[in-house]
């Protein structure tokens, strides 16, 4: 199982990405149906914590480089599953947004017990 300082670490690098503004959402994303604005999507982002992890990292289906981790968060009620991309080019993280709507199946959420 991944560490708690693993996803720590991954979530201060999906929030550095964000505040230096290094965060793409894919077009994927686009394509369903989406329930969040952008700027909403980024706000529950920056407040990610390791209770939310629900699994990762694994690679991407496009097999290329980075690391996909899904986590799960509570919003106003409602169990949103996320999915970020990570990718670290010349020292700076990166972040892409390939998911980010209402989870269509229970999460696992392992260290929110």
Same mark, same amino acid.
């Given at each position: 199982?991944? #560490?708690?300082?693993?996803?720590? +670490? @991954? ?5 550095? =990405? *964000?505040?230096?503004? !290094?965060?793409?959402?894919? #077009?994927?994303?686009?394509?369903? +149906? @989406? ?5 909403? =999507? *980024?706000?529950?982002? !920056? ?67």
């Amino acid at each position: 199982m991944t #560490s708690i300082d693993e996803i720590n +670490k @991954v979530i201060v690098d999906i929030n550095m =990405a *964000i505040v230096s503004k !290094n965060i793409v959402f894919v #077009s994927r994303m686009d394509k369903t +149906k @989406v329930t969040f604005s952008k700027k909403a =999507a *980024i706000k529950e982002l !920056n407040s990610l914590t390791c209770k939310d992890y629900h699994k990762g990292p694994e690679g991407d289906r496009d097999s290329s480089q980075g690391e996909v981790w899904i986590f799960g968060k509570k919003i106003n009620s409602e169990q949103i599953y996320i999915k970020v991309k990570l990718q670290n080019k010349a020292g700076l993280s990166f972040v892409k947004i390939i998911s980010f709507h209402p989870a269509i199946y229970d999460m696992d959420l392992p260290y929110d017990k």
